[in-house]
């Protein structure tokens, strides 16, 4: 199935007119929209897929990152379709933290919420930050990507790549390292949250201190490091499909009883 871009920008969209239910993923620090370019052949019918295309990557390229978190947020919200199709949230890494706060956001604009929100790899947004990586030196900075994973070593040893890709994996890391947690009111959705066996980053502690942020909790668990959303891909989809229609099915029995409820069970 071909990938449009939808209104904004922002997103990657890959239409499905028999869709129950739309999913929005949200990338690692650096990552672009085709990181979930196979999701399209592996997702059910039944679900939608949409990729978000942040400035400075992707088709995007040409743009200047933004180092705005509330601003990026705004465009994210302001570019996924209004429709009544009920929608979920998958983030990887620092694409966990945007979309925990485009939940957020979305039920600060009056909108509905997610019916779920999955974060892969990622510690619960209360955890305090590590420290910061984003303004070391350039040689610091590579060798500091290179412990991190996901960043091909064959990309940091050419110079003329590195320079391309660095401001917006800078920008995003500034993200990261940067973000403070707000308190507000646990989202009224289940939080399903994936981490890697072997990932060195975030462990099984950082990953269930999410529980509080929801209102129904589940934790999988999968062969590989920070970054098996990838390796681990067809596991992980599968996972994520099977909690999803669950949810869909919890949310369409829950708003038949009444009317704009949210399941807050798995």
Known sequence: MAATASPGRCWTAWPNNGAAVRLACLAYAGGCA???????????????LYAAELPGRGRRLAEPPLRDLRAIVADLADGLPAS????????????????????????RRGGAPPIALFAAACPAPHLPRRAPTYDLPDA??????????????EVLADPELTSLLMPALRADLELFDRYEYAASLPLPCPIIV?????????????????QPHGCGFARHMFAGDHFFPRTAEADVVRIVAAQLLETVRLHAAATSRVPGSVPCRL
Not at 36 to 44: E, I, K, Q, T, V
Not at 200 to 205: E, I, Y
Request: charge should be negative; aromatic fraction near 10%; glycine fraction near 10%.
């Open 34 to 48: 085709t990181a979930y370019r196979n999701w399209s052949a592996l997702l059910p019918p039944s679900i939608e």
């Open 84 to 107: 009544p199709m009920p929608f979920a949230l998958f983030g990887h890494s620092l694409g966990a933290l945007l979309a925990f706060e485009l939940a957020r956001e979305s039920i």
């Open 140 to 153: 610091e900075f590579a060798r500091t990507l290179a412990r991190l994973g996901g960043t091909p070593p």
């Open 194 to 210: 994936l981490g890697g066996a072997s990932d060195r980053h975030v462990g099984s502690s950082d990953l269930d201190s999410w």
